[in-house]
Each structure stands twice: as structure tokens, then as C-alpha cells.
């Protein structure tokens, strides 16, 4: 048995799920909604307000999905009820957020500054200008729009100039030697 797909999903208050017979799981809850259709090899049932994943057979790849349709579910529970956030940081002179709107416009060093437009779902908080925070209710949809944001200008091993996560760690390089 997968360790992680063993694991019942409890539903918390508040928080509808429906199952269509071609597993299609749809999650309604207090910060939205959220649909998608999993691999028929894995069954899911609902009993109460716990939700079960079981697998036909043994194989390796029976197996993974196991676990991988029990964490995107979980995953969709969670962001309906909490949501998810990615902090972003940004290093460097004269590298700047700021909000316009719902609108995210980042200076990042070129000869424009670049805007970012928020999906549905997604929202950008900038506490700091050097300091951006996206939030959603879609685990996937945050950490694409992070990445992307990210992308822009990824943080350099010289001086740490760029666009980086608050938990990554940049390893520097030394410069060049002094003659």
C-alpha cells in the first residue's frame, strides 16, 4: 500500500466534494472552486466526510498514481479552505515591485518596467517594494505564476542581483582574483 495514498482525506466543514463516475472531483469551498478529472486506475469514494483512494492492482505505476491522486486532491481540499502563498524577494539596485490595481508592475533592470496580470484566483500582495507575495487558492496556478515572475530575472551567483524564493539559498561565487 502507498504510504501517502493510504491516507483518507478528511473534509472540513464547509467544504462540498462531488465525484462523477469518471473521476472527475470537484472541490467548492469558502475561496473558490476547483475541478479536475484523475486517472480512472484509482477509485475514490466518499463516505461521511472522508474521501478514500484504492488501487486496482500492484503495479509501479498504479502505485504512483496512488499517491500523486491522493496529494492533487488533498492539495485542492487545502487551497479551497486556506489557500496558498510564495514569497518572492527581489535583490539588486533599483529593483522595485509595485501594485497598479490587481495589476503586479516589476523594475527589474530593463529599459521597461514589466506588468504582470493576475489569473483568476490569483492575487499579488507587495508589503515592500522588494518583496512580493502571491496568493491563491490553486497550488499550481501560485507556483506557475511564481516561477514565471521568478523567470524575469533569476538571481545571479556573483552579487545576488535578481528575483528569488524567501527559502531559496543562492550559492555564491568569488569574484574574479585581485592581480
Known amino acids: 500500500m502507498s504510504r501517502i495514498g493510504k491516507l483518507p ?3 472540513p466543514a464547509g467544504v462540498t466534494v ?3 463516475a469518471d473521476n472527475t472531483v470537484t472541490v467548492k469551498g469558502p475561496k473558490g472552486t476547483l475541478t479536475q478529472t484523475f486517472n480512472k486506475s484509482i ?3 466518499k463516505e461521511n466526510n472522508v474521501v478514500h483512494l484504492t488501487r486496482r492492482s500492484e503495479e509501479k505505476r498504479q502505485k504512483a498514481l496512488h499517491g500523486l491522486t ?3 486532491l488533498n492539495n485542492m481540499v487545502h487551497g479551497v479552505v486556506t489557500g496558498f502563498e ?3 524577494e527581489i535583490n539588486g539596485v533599483g529593483y522595485k515591485a509595485a501594485l497598479e490595481g490587481q495589476k503586479l508592475v516589476l523594475s527589474l533592470g530593463y529599459s521597461h518596467p514589466l506588468e504582470v496580470i493576475p489569473p483568476t484566483g490569483i ?3 507587495v508589503p515592500t517594494p ?3 507575495i502571491v496568493k491563491g487558492y490553486d497550488k499550481q496556478a501560485v507556483g506557475q ?3 514565471q515572475i521568478r523567470e524575469y530575472r533569476k538571481p545571479e551567483p556573483y552579487l545576488g542581483k535578481g528575483v528569488k524564493y524567501s527559502d531559496e539559498i543562492i550559492r555564491r561565487k568569488e569574484g574574479k582574483a585581485g592581480a
Open 9 to 11: 482525506i478528511t473534509i
Open 18 to 20: 462531488d465525484i462523477t
Open 43 to 45: 477509485t475514490i469514494t
Open 70 to 72: 491522493r496529494s492533487l
Open 86 to 88: 510564495k514569497k518572492l
Open 123 to 125: 492575487t499579488f500582495e
Open 130 to 132: 522588494t518583496s512580493i
Open 145 to 147: 505564476i511564481a516561477a
